[in-house]
């Protein structure tokens, strides 16, 4: 039975994503928690929403990461589950992509959903809004929206980069206008291509905006691209290097967290796409389902429509979908803003926490996923970044 909410608990999660997810599933099945002295905070109804929201919305039908990166302890466990998937169905669906064995987004989800099942995940969610952090000597006490305050001996802070889409200004100013703009990422919003009108942009020469892209040329609409640079193919969001030593030994031996910074923005293929999609968003290109823009991006209003002017062109469309990935600001907003003004909180000068090892800003509180860039390096945001910041918080949470 878990413990009542006015009880110390051990550990609190700030986010119920894929980070959150991992690091519960690390701290009761490695490090021996025990699970009803552990809960997760999310807004989402159920566990992984935002991850199910965004790669929905993409269309994307694999994973750009292998087989070997998902939500389990066992780095194996998601192939020995697709082979009881091949054992049940045959091989009625493809389960992987070559190269690197990329688990389809459906069989993604439902190890997701077995693994969240197995350790009875939801019934240690608890579904609000982490709205305030005081830390003291014993405990860390989180404010929820909703439900009350909650005291623990550690906080984790998962709160993922989702809650932060980038909009360029010329959108904002569209968007005040009324028009038909909206962001792939936007919490709520669902892409439904069949109610897109007949003239559409999308912002974004990435793996979202190609792939949404394709979504709506569906013959039934004109599908224009845009993007400041021209296709990028890349298989990974950064380099395989980055995954182990190979890269992150010259990292990590690196003190000034400037170059850090440097060196992360140098290693991720910002706006890029693996070779398969590449090879798709070229063949539809060339069969003028969809048309690609290179340049930067200015509009005007026109009427229920927009003009964009980008170069010396000029385009007229009904509806806009931006795919401009995400903000690089610190997230977790002015929670986080107050709990490091409150308890003086080391940051760099990009922001971003300076944390130890194993991954702590301060005795109670640990990071992963963005808030551990300058330690986790370029992969930090990725499936396998939560691995990583298992490894690190794990061990200390075996003796905490
Ligand atoms: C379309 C897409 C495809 C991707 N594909 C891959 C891939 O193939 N392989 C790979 O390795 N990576 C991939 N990534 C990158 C990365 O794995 C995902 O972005 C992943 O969802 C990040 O997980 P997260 O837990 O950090 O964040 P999220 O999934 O965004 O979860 C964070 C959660 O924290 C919650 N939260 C925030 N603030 C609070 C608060 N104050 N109180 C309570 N809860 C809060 C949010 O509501 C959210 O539910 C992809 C990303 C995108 C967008």
Known sequence: MNAPLSDLLDWVIIGGGIHGVH????????????????????PGPTLLRSWKRCSANTGMRYLRSPAVHHLDLDPWSLLRYAETVE?????????FAPPYSR?????????????????DLEALHIQDTASEITLSCDRVSVALGESGTLSARHVL???????????????S???????????????GFRLAPETWPGRVAVIGGGISGAQAAMRLADGKREVHLIARHALRKHQFDSDSGWVGPKNMRGFTTIRSLKKRRAMIRAARNVGSLP??????????????????????????????????????????VDAILLATGFEDHRPGGALVDRMIESHDLPCASCGFP??????????????TGPLADLELG???????????????IVPVAQRA
């Open 23 to 42: 690091l519960a599933v690390q701290l009761i099945g490695e490090a021996g928690v025990a699970p009803e002295r552990l809960r997760i905070i999310d």
């Open 87 to 95: 054992q049940r169905e045959g091989e009625a669906r493809p389960l």
């Open 103 to 119: 688990p389809s987004v459906e069989l993604f989800a439902e190890h997701c959903a077995d693994v969240v099942s197995r350790y």
């Open 157 to 171: 802070l998962a709160m993922g980069a989702a809650a932060q889409p980038r909009w360029p200004a010329w959108a």
């Open 173 to 187: 100013t569209l968007m005040a206008h009324g028009m038909h703009i909206y962001h792939i990422f936007d919490p």
């Open 275 to 316: 070779p398969d999609v590449y090879r798709e968003l070229r063949a539809s290109m060339q069969r003028d389902a969809i048309q690609w823009h290179q340049g930067e991006v200015t509009a005007s209003s026109m009427g229920s429509g927009a003009m964009l002017q980008i170069g010396s062109e000029r385009l007229y």
């Open 354 to 367: 300076v944390v130890d090892n194993h991954l702590r800003w301060h005795p109670r509180v640990f990071v």
């Open 378 to 392: 370029p992969v930090s945001r990725n499936i396998i970044g939560a691995r990583r910041a298992a490894e690190r």
